[in-house]
């Protein structure tokens, strides 16, 4: 009868004893598990925001086709002037030309080594790139750059007027080089050896190296049309680069 009696305590004793120990246990595990929860959430979170943004899928892939792309990697072995595959022969000059793409990037120009005409040195521009250079010494005398769309182009026609004999002359169009062109300058243009200034329309792209007083007409041309059914940037054609050697004017 006495156990019958002391039975139901002790049974009772032992769940609130195990009530107490799974209260403890989870109360350590509280201890544990929220700190952490802190940490890890926002990492994860974090992560998840990143992989879902196409914006940055975009940028990520454009810089990684910039940096694995030819033009991004530095040159190997022995450089010749502008960056020609080979270096020109004695009493001649380097020369490396390219045309503006779209009106996004400007054009460049290098001669003798040395860029002459960039976005960089603040002289380009939109329309006809013009430089005029000593062909005995190479030096640049002068460059202008006239917005052939809206710009005012009355200095264009004094300039090509002015130039020398002896010199050499570089030309290259970015984004429009003919709208508001004039009779009078393509046949000055012409004068200096071109055979495309009077075909050169609409945001064609032009590039071009001749001179004053030159025999028939210069080698170093090229002309392609903007045409939308191929172009490469929808409406403008792609760029145009034309590099070589150019005689240097030695009597």
């Known amino acids: ?11 009772r004793k032992k769940r ?8 403890l246990f ?23 925001i990143t992989s879902t943004s196409e914006k940055s899928k975009d940028i990520a892939n454009a810089l990684s086709h910039f940096k694995n792309s030819p033009a991004s990697e530095k040159p190997k072995g022995v450089q010749h002037k502008c960056g020609l595959k080979k270096s020109c022969p004695r009493g001649t000059f380097a020369f490396n030309m390219k045309t503006g793409a779209a009106n996004v990037l400007p054009p460049k120009m290098c001669f003798n080594g040395e860029t002459i005409m960039s976005s960089s040195m603040k002289n380009t521009g939109e329309g006809l790139n013009i430089a005029v250079i000593n062909a005995r010494t190479g ?16 200095s264009l026609e ?14 290259v169009t970015f984004d429009d080089g003919s709208t508001k062109m004039t009779d009078k300058a393509r046949g000055l243009i012409a004068e200096l050896g071109s055979s495309a200034i009077n075909k050169l329309a609409f945001r064609d792209n032009w590039v071009f190296a001749g001179g004053k007083g030159i025999s028939g007409k210069s080698p170093f041309e090229q002309h392609i049309k903007n045409n939308r059914s191929n172009n490469k940037y929808e409406n403008w054609p792609e760029l145009l680069e034309m590099e070589g050697c150019l005689p240097q004017k030695l009597d």
């Open 26 to 48: 989870f109360a350590a595990a509280l201890v544990v598990i929220i700190p952490l929860r802190n940490i890890i959430i926002p990492e994860i979170y974090c992560l998840k």
């Open 16 to 23: 609130k004893f195990a009530k107490i120990v799974l209260f």
């Open 1 to 11: 009868m006495l156990y019958v009696v002391k039975g139901p305590r002790k049974i």
């Open 158 to 171: 004094p300039f090509l007027e002015a130039i020398e004999e002896n010199t050499v002359v570089l030309i």
């Open 139 to 154: 030096d640049v005398m002068r460059t202008g750059a006239f917005n052939m769309w809206l710009g005012d182009i009355v």
